[in-house]
């Protein structure tokens, strides 16, 4: 069974093709790993039936948050909890990374006490009554993110985690960047080209590896398609992959870009299974993708048709901590 076997990825060997992907808790109230996460993430570790766990998104820095209730990697007070945190999956027999974020646009004042920043002065489709227009961000500033997101990958590293995933999906920063809805900037980061408009992952990701070394796995959740008339296309989200790919990105998670996790068209399991296929036929890295999998023969199906190399199960972990057990016991079984 194609769902049983190890995968290499870039030095790390993870035991199965099961992931968990980044779901979030709401349960850091002051930016800390909690013990109820820690326990969140054992129970669903199923002793070791996920083969690889992406955390929660972290802020990165106080402007980039999300939520009052998410956990941050934005200080060096948060890696204790967040080794606590490791060492409990790694000793259930998981993998884990932490997936690092800047919300952009979608980061409320009310949240975190500043202007909302953007690649340009334009309100995401799926704003909320509460959104204001952003403010674009200067070059400088661009900068000084990317900065934040290699100090945070550093702590991520510092805490044990086996990797670190950058957030580039669902509408956030990254994503916005990536998206011609959201970015209408004329420089170096702007919407000319997809490799304008991926600049701030690739640059990103080769301060990354230098900051990190080669050993240790860097991560993209990819909305690289939007599947929103005038968003990035299935092609965008190919040649974005590949840029990523080039820059040293050892994994890619295929998501949705500005349309978020979900697709209202497609209810067959592995919702992003076309780009999850086309990124997989351009690019020599593993693929995950994930959406609507409840059984383990679903997941069987999507690894065997060659869309994806890993497989996330989120909704169904979230509604049945013992889901990976049970779906890896009943396939031993048949």
């Not at 993870?14 to 002051?30: C, E, F, Q, W, Y």
């Not at 998501?255 to 299974?273: A, E, H, M, Q, Y």
Request: with cysteine; hydrophobic share 40%.
């Amino acid at each position: 069974m194609l769902l049983k076997e190890p995968i290499e990825i870039g030095k790390i060997r993870i035991a199965n093709r099961l992931v968990m992907p980044p779901m979030h808790t709401g349960k850091s109230p002051d930016g800390k790993v909690t013990p109820e996460q820690i326990a969140y993430y054992v129970r669903r570790s199923g002793g070791g039936a996920v083969g690889l766990m992406i955390t929660e998104f972290a802020a990165v820095s106080r402007q980039g948050r999300a939520t009052p209730v998410q956990v941050s990697m934005a200080e060096d007070s948060v890696i204790e909890g967040h080794r606590a945190l490791v060492e409990a999956v790694h000793q259930e027999g998981s993998r884990v990374i932490c997936q690092i974020n800047h919300a952009g646009s979608a980061a409320q004042e009310k949240v975190t006490g500043m202007k909302a920043v953007a690649p340009s002065a334009v309100l995401s489709p799926r704003a909320g009554k509460e959104d204001e227009l952003p403010r674009p961000l200067s070059v400088d500033e661009i900068r000084k993110i990317e900065e934040d997101f290699v100090a945070a990958a550093q702590r991520v590293k510092a805490a044990g985690y086996d990797g670190v995933e950058i957030h580039g999906a669902h509408g956030y920063l990254y994503n916005q960047f990536f998206s011609p809805l959201l970015n209408r900037r004329r420089d170096a980061y702007g919407c000319d080209s997809v490799e304008n408009r991926a600049r701030i992952f690739t640059e990103t990701i080769r301060l990354m590896r230098e900051s990190l070394g080669t050993e240790f796995l860097i991560a993209v959740r990819f909305g690289g398609c939007d599947y929103t008339p005038g968003g990035s296309t299935l092609e965008d989200c190919v040649s974005g992959a590949r840029l990523l790919a080039e820059a040293g990105t050892d994994l890619l998670d295929i998501s949705g870009g500005i349309c978020g996790p979900n697709l209202k068209d497609v209810t067959r399991p592995g919702t992003f299974w076309e780009a999850g296929r086309a990124v997989k036929q351009a690019v020599d890295i593993p693929v995950i993708v994930t959406g609507g999998v409840t059984t383990a023969d679903q997941a069987e199906a999507i690894l065997r048709a060659e869309e994806a190399d890993l497989v996330g199960v989120g909704r169904a972990l979230l509604k049945d901590p013992d889901w990976a057990k049970k779906a890896m016991n009943a396939s031993a079984k048949r």
